[in-house]
């Protein structure tokens, strides 16, 4: 991606890629201010490689990208660790790396030394909005305690024990973990994570996400502009509603989630369930 897509593909669109299929995955760089904007940079990248994945992947097995004479057709010029080289995109092995790796949801690499950063609640963590207070492997040379995630760090399972598998339960709980966090459908760092992509209505976990959501209005701007985002007892009323439901004429802006899929009409009822009985935060 960094080597035969990211020169039409970066930050800017550049030689005819089309607004909006931006995939500047490449390794954040500098301190400071410059290193908070790359790190968010690459969140945003990563979202959008993983909203787009079934488009990337079909240019590229079609032979429609990267295009026949503006990128070397040889191998890369990227080795792993064993010193084999990558092979072309143009290759069946390159697109098998390429899908594995899109299938596995485009896993990135912020930096290659450990940036620490200390924490002690989500709102420190200017970029991935995700500070871990436990150390989930205390083998680990780097303690991670109280560090912010990092951006391609995985984070730890918190499923607080839902089953997502079985019956659909309308609970805060189940709507949260297997809606919402599922695949990180709408929690991904780079939106209601934290990231920009997710404006004010940031969800990194359970308790936040209700806190944000719950009688509370949308930011003070755009055309969502002082809608209540879950109004208990009323789900008509409620902008999630109107964001999740396909087709409703109430939804300011950009339906969500972002690409597909969508969610489907007995997710959208389990939502609206929870909203009629209330909106407990169970």
Same mark, same amino acid.
């Given at each position: 991606?960094?080597?035969?897509?990211?020169?039409?593909?970066?930050?800017?669109?550049?030689?005819?890629?089309?607004?909006?299929?931006?995939?500047?995955?490449?390794?954040?760089?500098?301190?400071?201010?410059?290193?908070?904007?790359?790190?968010?940079?690459?969140?945003?990248?990563?979202?959008?490689?993983?909203?787009?994945?079934?488009?990337?992947?079909?240019?590229?097995?079609?032979?429609?990208?990267? $295009?026949?004479?503006?990128?070397?057709?040889?191998?890369?010029?990227?080795?792993?660790?064993?010193?084999?080289?990558?092979?072309?995109?143009?290759?069946?092995?390159?697109?098998?790396?390429?899908?594995?790796?899109?299938?596995?949801?485009?896993?990135?690499?912020?930096?290659?030394?450990?940036?620490?950063?200390?924490?002690?609640?989500?709102?420190?963590?200017?970029?991935?909005?995700?500070?871990?207070?436990?150390?989930?492997?205390?083998?680990?040379?780097?303690d991670p305690r109280n560090q912010c995630l990092a951006?391609?760090?995985?984070?730890?399972?918190?499923?607080?024990?839902?089953?997502?598998?079985?019956?659909?339960?309308?609970?805060?709980?189940?709507?949260?973990?297997?809606?919402?966090?599922?695949?990180?459908?709408?929690?991904?760092?780079?939106?209601?994570?934290?990231?920009?992509?997710?404006?004010?209505?940031?969800?990194?976990?359970?308790?936040t996400g209700y806190a944000n959501l719950f009688e509370?209005?949308?930011?003070?701007?755009?055309?969502?502009?002082?809608?209540?985002?879950?109004?208990?007892?009323?789900?008509?009323?409620?902008?999630?509603?109107?964001?999740?439901?396909?087709?409703? $004429?109430?939804?300011?802006?950009?339906?969500?989630?972002?690409?597909?899929?969508?969610?489907?009409?007995?997710?959208?009822?389990?939502?609206?369930?929870?909203?009629?009985?209330?909106?407990?935060?169970?």
């Amino acid at each position: 991606m960094v080597e035969q897509c990211a020169s039409c593909h970066g930050e800017d669109a550049a030689l005819g890629a089309p607004e909006g299929l931006n995939f500047p995955v490449g390794l954040v760089s500098g301190a400071g201010e410059q290193a908070i904007s790359g790190g968010r940079r690459l969140l945003w990248a990563q979202a959008n490689v993983h909203r787009q994945r079934d488009l990337i992947y079909s240019q590229v097995v079609n032979g429609a990208m990267p $295009p026949r004479g503006f990128v070397p057709a040889g191998d890369s010029a990227y080795a792993d660790a064993d010193g084999n080289v990558l092979p072309s995109l143009r290759t069946a092995e390159g697109q098998e790396v390429l899908r594995n790796w899109l299938a596995c949801g485009s896993p990135v690499i912020e930096r290659t030394t450990p940036l620490a950063q200390p924490c002690t609640a989500p709102g420190e963590c200017p970029v991935t909005n995700f500070c871990v207070l436990e150390d989930p492997d205390p083998t680990d040379e780097i303690d991670p305690r109280n560090q912010c995630l990092a951006v391609g760090d995985i984070v730890p399972a918190a499923g607080g024990g839902v089953d997502c598998e079985g019956e659909p339960q309308a609970t805060w709980s189940w709507i949260y973990t297997c809606l919402f966090q599922a695949d990180q459908t709408c929690t991904s760092a780079a939106c209601h994570g934290g990231g920009a992509m997710g404006g004010a209505l940031a969800m990194p976990d359970a308790a936040t996400g209700y806190a944000n959501l719950f009688e509370v209005e949308s930011e003070p701007a755009g055309a969502c502009m002082g809608r209540v985002r879950v109004v208990p007892g009323d789900p008509d009323a409620s902008l999630l509603v109107h964001k999740v439901e396909m087709g409703n $004429p109430m939804s300011c802006e950009t339906p969500m989630p972002i690409g597909p899929p969508p969610l489907s009409e007995e997710e959208v009822g389990i939502i609206r369930q929870w909203i009629t009985d209330g909106a407990m935060n169970n």
